[in-house]
């Protein structure tokens, strides 16, 4: 079967430190994957989607990176974090390439940044 | 960019009653359109999708949502709430970022079912 993880469950860091947020796929191939954040538990915010491997697109410009060392890999990084990176995190993925399907999330990460 | 709105930040309703959550959608061409809905600290679920055919779509839990090409609306419904089915529920359509297809989120609905 097809399922998608994601950790950690929470996490609080300190602002200025570095992040690392992993998300893998099983059961599929060649995804495509998005991370999302959703502030103060409502609206979603596309940060990242990939296509394949080491192919990434940002659509919001910010202090977070991503990769997809491998093909059922996402990671969600930053070098400094800051107050305003608190946020529900999710990550999601899809395997038709039209949109039809519709889009599997993670159970998502809830960073508190102090 | 396509887009969906949601105009409720609230939704409440007697537990079995029927319940109705808006969402009106912006879109070039025929739309994808998907409902999700989220519990406390979780993932998104999906619920439903309309992409072409009977315009009233049936989904998981009892839901169902009605697809109207004149109102440009996709409202989703219950015949009979649940207490249970009190969580936040999020409309989306299919858009298209750099030649890849996107979700478009609108910014949700929380739905509160009173016992």
Do not use: M
């Amino acid at each position: 079967s097809q399922t998608i993880h994601q950790w950690p469950a929470t996490l609080v860091q300190p602002v200025g430190s570095p992040l690392s947020l992993e998300c893998t796929v099983e059961g599929t191939s060649n995804p495509n994957l998005y991370w999302y954040r959703q502030a103060a538990g409502r609206g979603l915010q596309l940060l990242f989607y990939s296509v394949g491997i080491g192919q990434i697109s940002s659509e919001v410009p910010q202090n977070l990176s991503a990769s997809r060392p491998q093909d059922r890999q996402f990671i969600l990084s930053s070098k400094k974090l800051l107050l305003s990176d608190s946020g529900f995190y999710l990550c999601a993925w899809s395997v038709e390439r039209t949109g039809g399907y519709g889009y599997t999330f993670g159970s998502g990460t809830r960073l508190t940044v102090v | 960019a396509q887009s969906v709105a949601q105009p409720e930040d609230q939704v409440n309703v007697a537990e079995g009653n029927p319940l109705t959550v808006k969402c009106t959608y912006s879109v070039s061409g025929n739309p994808y359109l998907f409902w999700y809905v989220q519990y406390p600290n979780r993932g998104l679920q999906f619920l439903l999708k309309y992409i072409t055919g009977d315009n009233l779509v049936k989904g998981s839990y009892g839901f169902e949502a009605e697809f109207n090409k004149s109102q440009t609306s996709f409202h989703l419904k219950k015949p009979s709430a649940l207490v249970s089915d009190s969580a936040l529920y999020f409309c989306a359509v299919r858009d298209i970022y750099g030649g890849s297809y996107i979700p478009t989120f609108g910014r949700g609905t929380s739905l509160i079912v009173h016992p």
